[in-house]
């Protein structure tokens, strides 16, 4: 199996920045795609941002393009969402998901191994 570790979250103010990282262990973290999600109180698990497991490929929300990045360092076996400009709408357990899988999947259908969640809260 493929355990997965959020860290990162807490309190900032609008328009800061945080880093979220994601640590992964057991199989082969190399060959995995990679997401981040989130859910807020209330609201079903939103896509956020995804990556293939070279880095060469990203996919990201509407909402959160231009503002977060999503980069991975294999060698760490870790995956990275650095967050800016951060908008009270980005409030949310923040959520990291890996997937065996050639294409890199935009729901939380298509991932199989999910981390515990991190807290992201943006005050106004």
């Known amino acids: 199996q493929v355990q997965l570790v959020e860290s990162g979250g807490g309190l900032v103010q609008a328009g800061g920045s945080l880093r979220l990282s994601c640590a992964a262990s057991?199989?082969?973290?190399?060959?995995?795609?990679m997401g981040w999600f989130r859910q807020a109180p209330g609201k079903e698990r939103e896509f956020v941002v995804s990556?293939?497991?070279?880095?060469?490929?990203?996919r990201y929300a509407d909402s959160v393009k231009g503002r977060f990045t999503i980069s991975r360092d294999n060698a760490k076996n870790t995956v990275y969402l650095q967050m800016n400009s951060l908008k009270p709408e980005d409030t949310a357990v923040y959520y990291c998901a890996a997937v065996e899988s050639m294409v890199v999947p935009t729901t939380t259908r298509g991932y199989n191994y999910w981390g515990q969640g991190t807290q992201v809260t943006v005050s106004s």
């Open positions: 057991g199989r082969t973290f190399s060959r995995y795609a």
């Open positions: 990556i293939n497991w070279s880095g060469s490929s990203t």
